[in-house]
């Protein structure tokens, strides 16, 4: 069971949503769609699922050619951000409705129904309606109805995005195991790097219409390919300082300069841009050759165990995750503290040239 995307290309009015990409998806898998507001997640999921047509390219299921398909001939369910449940209807005859639909029988539909209510936790409300239950429960209703069809292609349009904290860690734990049960394909459209990293699986990260790198999420994480995938999967984005090589030297600020040690000093001299995450931006010296900035602070952010501090560097915006509570002035100078094991290095274009050594030795 595969789906395969062949250079599928969406433009609406002029505008493009979804520039010419190539996407293999296998059986059994989670394929994460990781990018902004606006990056063109829904709308490749509309084109996986039939519900819009490409402007070129082709969609292929299980080898055969769907492009144009309506959506209602495919194996597909879609489960979106809001809740759609049916207000009237039993919790049991939303998850059965589908089925119904489709001619299953009696005996069948009970079975299936009693089996997914148990999975998604809901065999107790099972008598209920929807407006009596929670919202976690009612968000559980809508995923069984999808997966009680047997969909070999299941479209999770960022369908905890509406939840509170503690049902969105509830079914993050959940839908992996699901999923693995289930034997399906997998798309789960989100905008939180954290989430892509704690669903596992794959990852396909989107900026602009464009896919800019598909594969493993660990390894999506670890080595971008490109400054665009690296500040996709960073929340806050990952912060970036021109530098330039020169000998045995990394140059950058007004006139400052550091060790070219490690990959660094591999490099051939040259311009170039450091790239690295908020979490390892220190306001302590904890390795012996981290490089010292002098910074200006513009904003702090308490969230009652960590410190998010805002920072400026020569004109460049940075944002740091500090651990731990502190009482910092605004508008003073801030020294950080940079490890170079944690320093990912692109070329002028944004094309990665060394990735983190800390992310390699993961």
């Given at each position: 069971m595969t789906l395969e995307l062949k250079a599928v290309s969406k433009v609406v009015d002029g505008q493009v949503h979804i520039h010419p990409t190539d996407l293999v998806l296998e059986k059994g898998t989670m394929n994460v769609l990781l990018g902004p507001t606006s990056s063109g997640k829904t709308s490749l999921m509309r084109l996986m699922a039939g519900l819009d047509v490409p402007n070129a390219g082709q969609v292929f299921w299980q080898g055969q050619d769907v492009t144009g398909m309506r959506v209602q001939d495919r194996k597909v369910a879609m489960v979106y951000q809001q809740f759609i449940n049916y207000p009237s209807m039993t919790v049991y005859d939303n998850i059965a409705s589908p089925m119904k639909l489709m001619g299953v029988s009696a005996q069948e539909i009970d079975a299936r129904v009693r089996e997914t209510a148990e999975l998604m936790q809901l065999t107790p409300m099972l008598d209920r309606k929807p407006l009596e239950l929670s919202g976690g429960q009612q968000q559980r209703c809508a995923l069984a109805r999808a997966l009680v069809k047997n969909a070999g292609l299941v479209l999770l349009d960022e369908p905890l995005a509406n939840l509170d904290y503690k049902l969105r860690e509830e079914l993050r734990v959940e839908i992996p195991k699901i999923f693995e049960k289930s034997g399906s394909i997998f798309v789960y459209a989100t905008t939180e790097p954290e989430e892509a990293l704690l669903l596992g699986g794959n990852v396909a990260t989107l900026h602009d219409g464009c896919v800019t790198q598909f594969g493993p999420t660990p390894e999506v994480y670890r080595q971008p390919v490109d400054a665009t995938t690296a500040r996709v999967f960073s929340d806050p984005p990952m912060n970036f300082l021109p530098i330039s090589k020169t000998g045995t030297k990394i140059m950058f600020g007004k006139g400052q300069s550091a060790p070219a040690t490690g990959a660094l000093a591999a490099l051939p001299?040259?311009?170039?841009?450091?790239?690295?995450?908020?979490?390892?931006?220190?306001?302590?010296?904890?390795?012996?050759?981290?490089?010292?900035?002098?910074?200006?602070?513009?904003?702090?952010?308490?969230?009652?165990?960590?410190?998010?501090?805002?920072?400026?560097?020569?004109?460049?915006?940075?944002?740091?995750?500090?651990?731990?509570?502190?009482?910092?002035?605004?508008?003073?100078?801030?020294?950080?503290?940079?490890?170079?094991?944690?320093?990912?290095?692109?070329?002028?274009?944004?094309?990665?040239?060394?990735?983190?050594?800390?992310?390699?030795?993961?």
């Open positions: 001299d040259g311009r170039y841009t450091a790239g690295f995450r908020p979490n390892h931006v220190e306001i302590g010296k904890h390795a012996a050759d981290a490089v010292e900035f002098t910074t200006t602070l513009t904003v702090t952010e308490l969230t009652g165990s960590e410190t998010f501090v805002h920072l400026d560097h020569e004109g460049e915006r940075w944002v740091g995750l500090i651990h731990g509570v502190h009482d910092l002035a605004i508008g003073e100078a801030l020294k950080v503290y940079l490890d170079p094991r944690h320093v990912y290095i692109f070329a002028e274009d944004g094309a990665l040239v060394a990735p983190a050594s800390y992310a390699l030795a993961a």
